[in-house]
C-alpha cells in the first residue's frame, strides 16, 4: 500500500480500495485556466503509465482534478494525493484521507519562497517548476503519481494553496496530461 510515511497502520487509504468500490468522477474535462475543481481527463495508452505499459491498443482515461487539501473528500475523489512539499496547517492526516504524500513533484522551497505567489511571476514560475519536474527526482515523482491513479481511473491532486489558479498544481495538471 502507497501511504505517507509515519502514518499509524489503517490510517491512510489504500488506492486499491477505490478501484473495488469502483469510484470514478462523472464530471466532462476542462481546458487549460478553468474553474477549481473541475476535472482534465487525460487517456493513459496500454492502462498506465510508462513506455513498457503495453502498447497503444489499450487506453484507459484518467480524470485529473485538483481541490484544496481543507475540503470535505469526496465519494468521487479516487486516488487523493497531497503534491505540496509541507504538510497543511491544521490538517489531520484522518480528515486529509489521503493515499498519498508525493512532494516528488512539489516545487523546490526555494522556488516556492521566490514565486510567492505572485500573479505576475506565474510564468516564470511555470517554466522552473517545469524544469524541476524534468529532474531525475521530479520524473519519479510523476511515474508513481500516475501508479497511484491507475487502479481508479481519478487522480485528485491536493493542496493547501489558497487560489488554485495561480498554484503549482495548474502546471503539474498539464504536465501530467502531456506525459500520457
Known amino acids: 500500500m502507497i501511504g505517507l510515511m509515519g502514518a499509524a497502520p489503517g490510517r491512510v487509504r489504500g488506492a486499491l480500495s477505490h478501484a473495488a468500490r469502483g ?8 481546458g487549460a485556466g478553468g474553474a477549481p475543481g473541475d476535472v ?6 496500454g492502462g498506465g503509465p510508462g513506455p513498457h505499459a503495453g502498447g497503444m491498443a489499450a487506453k484507459k482515461k484518467l480524470k485529473v482534478q485538483v ?5 470535505e473528500p469526496r465519494p468521487d475523489d479516487g486516488a487523493r494525493v497531497l503534491v505540496d512539499r509541507v504538510w497543511p496547517r491544521g490538517e489531520s492526516k484522518e480528515r486529509a484521507a489521503l493515499d498519498d504524500w508525493n512532494k ?3 516545487p523546490s522551497t526555494e522556488l516556492r519562497k521566490w514565486y510567492r505567489h ?3 511571476l506565474f510564468d516564470e514560475f511555470a517554466e522552473r517548476y ?3 519536474l524534468a529532474t531525475e527526482e521530479g520524473e519519479r515523482g510523476l511515474d508513481r503519481l500516475l501508479r497511484t491513479a491507475s487502479g481508479s481511473g481519478t487522480l485528485t491532486l491536493l493542496t493547501a494553496n489558497k487560489d488554485l489558479a495561480l498554484a503549482h498544481t ?3 495538471e498539464e504536465e501530467l496530461g502531456n506525459r500520457i
Open 23 to 30: 469510484v470514478c468522477a462523472g464530471r466532462p474535462a476542462r
Open 40 to 45: 482534465n481527463t487525460v487517456t493513459m495508452r
Open 67 to 71: 481541490r484544496r487539501v481543507y475540503e
Open 104 to 106: 516528488d513533484v512539489a
Open 118 to 120: 505572485d500573479p505576475e
Open 130 to 132: 517545469r524544469a524541476e
Open 170 to 172: 495548474r502546471v503539474l
